[in-house]
């Protein structure tokens, strides 16, 4: 206990450090482990079993919102094989003008060794990326999905190399994992009758543990790989980002350990220390190479750049590479330690880059040369807004509440904005006005401005961070229009407002007076809650403006009964056309 004591006191000390010079946690984390081994304390024996649950329910997470149309676009599988084999050359040629300026480690290494470091470092991090793209919620960007295409395409290579140099070849059983096709079918009915809560989260970490992780491992196979297939596999059910999002949570918790890990990697000295320090040289050689293969591919400028800065780290899945060409013989036990140093400072380095990484993307696009709208992959290409009143950007729940209310109360000619290409073909066959965008790009709002007939602009997207970035980028085009956001908590609503937002709705501050008038309206009809509002509403005004004393008037005369009327609320009922247009 006292260890496990020590392990999150110094976890959690790192990891505030770190927010405090501004940058992710995770980078704290690191520097914990290393730390803590350097300071003699003994890698608890639970580490490896905590890390290894977060990386397998990290990769459940990314089956569960994997499309498996992606694995197969162009873009992602030869920008992968293109990629892995541009890595190996930049790191054998690296490595051995290291070994010509005289490191000892490198000294009389065979092309095979080299070889196969560099093959450990073409590799990107998995758990890395996905976590900046959260951090964006850019996971559904199109430079998300090529990211985490590529990843997934990475991490099959790595599994097939691990199959191939282990002691231990999969099991002639593994063919029978085909059945988990069926069995899918299954659990998805099974999923349905679940329900919500503590279940349902219960349910998702026992099959990417059991059917996923434990069967892959008991043929041969990465276990984390059929975590991956499972929630591939369970993809598309109508629970799954409820399911994701469950397991959040816990996923980022038992990730900690995954990071603080690394340092326990072996005993550091002065030359691996270096060596690893070295090898951050060639991430940006790297970068440049997946920047300029996707723009070969067609993609625009800022999707090609943002994809190369994200993937340029060095992979957790270089470290098993390097432990199995060790085990193997092929390697000496001391590149371990070199790669769990190259690995860790990648993570520093890439941590700070793609904390601006939509400035640096904009910075470094002006270098590429611009190509005509044509040219450009169908999905890429300028998107057009003219006629557009009004821009709701994310058509979740509460963007396409907001459509509605702009749309049928006030007249507007309202467009959506999302960048998710199933939800936007789903939200078109519904009627919706949509088009697929970024709304963290600086060029799409260039585009809105152009437009000139856009005035309103309401940031509906759930993440925080990502109506920020949307914010900022909005008023950096020169966008003078009116700009309303949602915000969950006091601090983000008061740091959107200083970001230069018009109006912030607070979604937990108004839902109950939102659920109050419902009910009013249910239960003494639309009119009367209307009618009682407005009065509220004049006694207020009443309350605050000061009046003249009234003369005390005779009794009125009594008058006749009036006819009865048609109900109030019908006429009540009608939607107000062309309000709020000039």
Known sequence: MVTAALLLVATVAAGLGAVLLRLPPLVGFLVAGFALHAAGVAEPAYLGTIADLGVTLLLFGIGLKLDIKTLVRKDVWLTTVAHLVMSVAIAVGFLGLLGVIGFSMLAGEGLGVLALLGLALSFSSTVFVVKVLDGRSDQSALYGRIAIGVLVMQDLIAVVFLSVSSDHPPSPWAFALVLLIPGAWLLRKVWSRVGHGELQALFGVAVALGPGYALFDAVGLKGDLGALVMGMLLAGHPAATELSRSLFTLKELLLVGFFVSIGFAGELSWQAAVIGLLMLLMLPLQGIVTAVLLRLMRLRKRTAILSGLVLANYSEFGLIVVAVGAQTGLLDDEWLVVLAVAVAASFVLSSAVNTRGNEYAMALAKRFPSRPNEWLHREERLIDVSGAEALVLGMGRVGRGAVRQLREDYGMNVVGVEHDPTRVATLRTQGFTVVQADATDIEFWGRVRSAGAVRLAILAMPFHAANLIAL???????????????????????????????????????????????????????????????????????????????????????????????????????????????
Do not use: C, I, W
């Not at 915000?487 to 939102?514: C, I, N, S």
């Not at 009119?527 to 005390?552: H, I, L, S």
């Open 472 to 582: 900022s980028q909005l008023r950096a085009s020169g966008f003078d229009g009116t700009v309303a956001a949602v915000a969950r908590y006091d601090d983000d609503a008061a740091e959107l407002e200083r970001h230069g937002a018009d109006a912030v709705f607070h979604l937990y501050g108004t839902a109950g007076q939102a659920l109050a008038d419902e009910a009013a309206e249910a239960a003494l009809g639309y009119a009367v809650a209307e009618g009682m509002r407005d009065m509220q509403a004049g006694r207020k005004g009443a309350a605050t403006e000061p009046t003249e004393p009234v003369e005390p008037t005779e009794p009125a005369e009594p008058t006749e009964p009036a006819e009865p009327t048609e109900p109030a609320h019908e006429s009540a009922a009608e939607p107000v056309t062309g309000a709020g247009t000039n």
